[in-house]
């Protein structure tokens, strides 16, 4: 089989808003790469066994005292190296060339001219009669003076070196941002750089990554039998349908509808996943049990930790049924971690991720049950994961759905939770989704949703007075859910989105639209 991950990229991360981005793009181009921090053990770097090495942007500054450096070893190695704006900057100040600090940022749109034709740029142009690129520039600082043995590839108006190399060591410096979309040449460069500067070959595609978890999941958990919790999100059903299609009947999954789901969406995951995909199945049915639960609990933190532990509750009792039932021993315990998790759990090791809400994701691990874990979509970007999701026969419409969070509607539900609200909440949101998708909305927003608020307010409806719930509409666009605008829907839309709440669900008598960015607002109200 493939070896998918023998020609590789590590992306030594400066700390850049951009970093994953770059790391998605690179496997986008179909080939395998991880990111690490910059401070990373270097005869670790050394042993990766990378092709080439990516410097990220970051939010430092080299002409300050210990501004963070690229690793020695990392310039010893031999191998290609591209360093992307303050990337490039260290290179600069690492290798013998000068930085400044410029008198204002430059944020957005530039035009760079190509001076010098190497490998990465050569004949790339956006214009016919001359060779200039359409770029996306984010920076305080520059190089003033490219290092020696480096040519000074491209310039724009306000910076004397907007891309550099040393062709003989294969050393690539550009102080613009390749990996993102207005950059309109990004994907071209940074093709040039892993395919033909390193030599990679493109083997990361959706059926090689099948195949290979396929292999790895059977030879991890032998004929041992595995549970998982689903909870109806892409990554959890991504996973049940690799580990069917990798195990069959050695998965026996846990589905907790608790009650705060979206509307009907406990019946939706049952027949996509049981009926149609052929997975086993437990439902329970936890409604009551998370109601009684939350019964006069108002706050917000208060209300995930009750939610995440009722699930950990049910899942313990649910698998204990399942050993019972002899359905082979249960060894192993499958979670939909994703890379981002993964890099993100490394962060906050190391002090460098801040934790705003104490993000509850369901499959938490009951610690008793001294399960192991296997977590097949650990290497897999969110893109990625969805991409397997419809070559493994997932409805796209699954695949495709926006985030919902671990404790659903409990968090969308403002102070304390009752069911009746759920039920007026569950409603109000699926004629915002229904209609988002009739007007072809939906995959241009990143996150929608509906949420309750527990006042009421005055109206009138036909003759007569009426003193009712009010709903709140909530659209965001995001690239990482770090930072989101709220989403400019047309007034027209909203105007039938709110007549239709209004007109169709009886105890909602207002709609509101929610204005606020992140931050300083989160995406959700709690
Ligand atoms: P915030 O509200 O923090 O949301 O701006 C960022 C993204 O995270 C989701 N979110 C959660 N997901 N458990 C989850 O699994 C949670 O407790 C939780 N809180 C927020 C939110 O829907 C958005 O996509």
Redesign the pocket.
């Known amino acids: 089989m493939t070896n998918i991950h023998s020609d590789k990229i590590l992306i030594l991360d400066f700390g850049a808003q951009y970093t994953q981005l770059i790391a998605r793009r690179i496997r986008e181009i179909g080939v395998y790469c991880e990111i690490w921090a910059w401070d990373h053990n270097p005869a670790e770097i050394a042993a990766f066994g990378a092709k080439g090495i990516i410097l990220s942007g970051g939010p430092e500054s080299t002409t300050e005292h210990g501004a963070p450096k690229a690793p020695q070893e990392v310039f010893d190695s031999g191998l290609p190296i591209l360093g992307i704006c303050y990337g490039m900057q260290t290179m600069a100040a690492q290798l013998g060339g000068a930085t400044e600090a410029a008198d204002a940022r430059e944020f957005g749109h530039a035009r760079v001219d190509v001076v010098a034709a190497d490998k990465l740029l050569n004949g790339l142009t956006d214009h016919d009669s001359f060779q200039a690129l359409e770029v996306w520039m984010s920076h305080g600082d520059h190089v003033a003076k490219a290092p020696p043995d480096f040519t000074v590839t491209a310039v724009t108006d306000r910076i004397p070196v907007a891309a550099m190399s040393n062709e003989t060591k294969r050393w690539y410096g550009v102080q613009f941002h390749p990996e993102v979309t207005h950059t309109k040449q990004g994907t071209t460069l940074l093709k040039r750089f892993v395919a033909d500067i390193c030599g990679c070959q493109t083997l990361w595609t959706a059926a090689h990554i099948i195949d290979d978890q396929i292999a790895r999941v059977r030879e991890q958990v032998g004929k041992d039998h595995v549970l998982l919790g689903l909870s109806g999100g892409v990554d959890s059903s991504v996973v049940a349908a690799l580990l069917h299609r990798a195990i069959g009947d050695q998965l026996t999954c846990v589905f907790v509808d608790t009650g705060l789901l979206r509307w009907q969406e406990g019946d939706q995951v049952m027949a996509t996943m049981a009926e149609h995909m052929g997975v086993k199945v437990i439902r329970v049915n936890a409604a009551e049990r998370y109601f009684k639960a939350l019964e006069g609990e108002a706050d917000p933190e208060a209300k995930?930790k009750i939610i995440g532990r009722l699930f950990v509750e049910i899942f313990d009792e649910e698998s204990a049924k399942v050993t019972a039932a002899g359905s082979g021993q249960v060894k192993w315990l499958a979670q939909g971690t994703i890379y981002p998790d993964v890099i993100e759990s490394a962060g906050s090791k190391t002090g460098k991720a801040h934790v705003?809400?104490?993000?509850?994701?369901v499959g938490g691990l009951p610690e008793h049950m001294k399960l192991k874990l296997v977590e097949p979509l650990r290497e897999l970007f969110k893109d990625e994961v969805r991409r397997i999701g419809v070559e493994l026969g997932l409805p796209r419409e699954m695949v495709y759905r926006h985030?919902?969070?671990?404790?659903g509607l409990g968090?969308r539900i403002l102070g304390e939770v009752k069911p009746e609200y759920a039920e007026l909440l569950a409603r109000a949101d699926a004629i915002f989704i229904e209609e988002l998708r009739k007007a072809d909305l939906y995959d241009k927003v990143s996150?929608a949703f509906a949420v309750f608020l527990p006042v009421k307010s005055v109206g009138v409806v036909g003759d007569a007075r009426a003193y009712e719930w009010v709903v709140a509409l909530r659209a965001v666009e995001t690239i990482d859910?770090m930072t989101?605008h709220w989403a400019e829907l047309p007034y027209g839309f909203l105007g039938t989105v709110s007549n239709r709440i209004i007109n169709e669900i009886r105890g909602i008598s207002r709609v509101v639209y929610d204005i606020s960015g992140?931050p300083p607002a989160?995406?959700?109200w709690e």
């Open positions: 995930r705003i809400k104490s993000h509850h994701n985030p919902f969070p671990g404790p968090v996150q859910f989101a992140k989160t995406i959700e």
